[in-house]
């Protein structure tokens, strides 16, 4: 029998009536809605410094509000990670709003997560659990599931596991489940968010995915009829490329084979899964740290016209003085401006200045009031983008392993009985793949200059400081051609910021992909902002966007 699992949130802060957009859009028999990212256990690790109560995801309670009765009306049970650094507190909230509500709704939470006590000096610790939590919680008769730190993926094999009956060593059937929710997690991303080639459908209000799963692990991603966006083998690609590694994908209750994934058009935004195999996952679990780093600060200056660089160069010596203190000073010249241009705007360069202390004064208002103070004695044409501020904390990830018997998974069901999953008995240490054999390639031809994307797509995330950056074909053609050619040393060529860092290429042929981890480019994870860009999501884009002699018969 089909089980019928929706999204309705990719990230706290997402669009907020999508839970009653998939509740009154179709059928559903499991709603998931996934909340927490790493920069999100940093923000929930600041709530709950203010106020021990708090710690997680307050606007799930408030969709709550608005769904609760409707998911109980239309059977519909609602699976979360909302709970984020409190579980229990979110699941107490819950039960008291269907106490007000007068529903008869049985919530339950899994715990055993957070090890910040193990880890001093961290503002939130805390290991990626896997599904059988959730899926003993349901099994159990739960209604509603709230968790903290779970993988994104346990959202969906979590329910899976429980509606058809799997255990722990049904490796092929759960690694299916994890790529069915892996193309889920980030919700519109499935269906044309965020998509190379977005104008081939109607974008403007995607809706979200859901996935048709089967008792052998395939499964069908798709979304509710008459609901925006669209549904393809190109939009279900570059999700499962979205935030990976090497062809195995590891994970709490199985490592799936991403090289063993095919997809397949179904119809109309309808997408198959299928093929997926399955291993024994590795023996330890993943803990993400969140610490305060420090301070930081940023000054943009406006440069405009003509001598640009010797503009730049005059502000950094002025400044120099005051930031001999400093611990770490980053200057960045963008370039924007354009000669003869034709409104002052285009006529502008930015000269960043970003600086980071563990003491605020050092680069608070001492700091900022220099860089005022120069308004009337500085380059032609002095501004800046806004008044600097007095120095805003930043964060810093780091993920460490822990042996899968270091955690206490529980299941705390709907009664309060707590319920200890056990760990995976059955492991395997995790390691890479042998390179598959290469496509053969184009025969020689005429070629022109012109941009990757017009044959190739791609999508960027980050993990902690690293990005990746998976490149697909749209044609078996396109694809025997990229995969001669984007090698590592050309695409550190045509990303010249990546020129200097460890980049490690992963070929997988089944989805005509390469996928590119370029290790250290986000410094210290997405919290540190130490890039423009700190999550890399648009690293993918300039890529597409430089050239390379393409072949004419690819354009």
Known sequence: MTLRIGNASGFYGDRFDAMREMLTGGELDVLTGDYLAELTMLILGRDRLKDPGAGYARTFLRQLEECLGLAHERGVRIVANAGGLNPSGLADRIRELADQLGLP?????????????????????????????ITACLRDGADVVVTGRVTDAALVTGPAAAHFGWGPTDHDRLAGAVVAGHVLECGT????????????????????????????????????????????????????????????????????????????????????ISGVRGEAPPPTLKVGLNRLGGFRNEVAFVLTGLDIEAKAALVREQMETHLAKVTDVRWDLVRTDRPDAATEETAGALLRLVVRDANQEVVGRALSGAAVELALASYPGFHVLAPPGKGSPYGVFEDVYVPHGAVDHVAVLHDGRRLPVAPAQETAV?????????????????????????????????????????????TDEAWRWLAHTLTVERLRELLPETAELPVTRHDLPNLRALNFVVEGILGEGVAAQHRFDPQAKALGEWLRSRHLDIPEALL
């Not at 090890?115 to 939130?124: D, R």
């Not at 995915?209 to 609901?227: F, N, Q, S």
């Open 189 to 272: 991303q499935a269906t044309g968010g965020n998509y190379a080639f977005f104008q081939e459908g109607d974008v403007r209000r995607p809706g979200f995915p859901l996935a048709e799963l089967h008792e052998d692990g395939t499964a069908v991603i798709t979304k509710h009829p008459g609901t925006g966006g669209f549904v393809d083998v190109g939009t279900v690609t570059a999700q499962l490329l979205y935030e990976t590694q090497g062809a195995r994908y590891a994970g709490p209750d199985v490592t799936a084979r991403l090289d063993t994934v095919r997809l397949t058009q179904d119809g109309p935004d309808r997408v198959r």
């Open 105 to 133: 709704v049985r919530v339950a939470h899994v715990d055993g997560d957070d090890l910040t006590h193990l880890h001093p000096g961290s503002l939130a610790a805390h290991a990626y659990l896997g599904g059988f939590g």
């Open 430 to 474: 995790l390691e890479d793949l042998p390179t598959p054999p290469l496509p053969e390639p184009l025969p020689e031809g005429p070629t022109r200059r012109a941009p990757l994307g017009l044959i190739a797509g791609a999508r960027s995330g980050d993990k902690g400081g690293n990005a990746n950056i998976g490149v697909w074909a749209r």
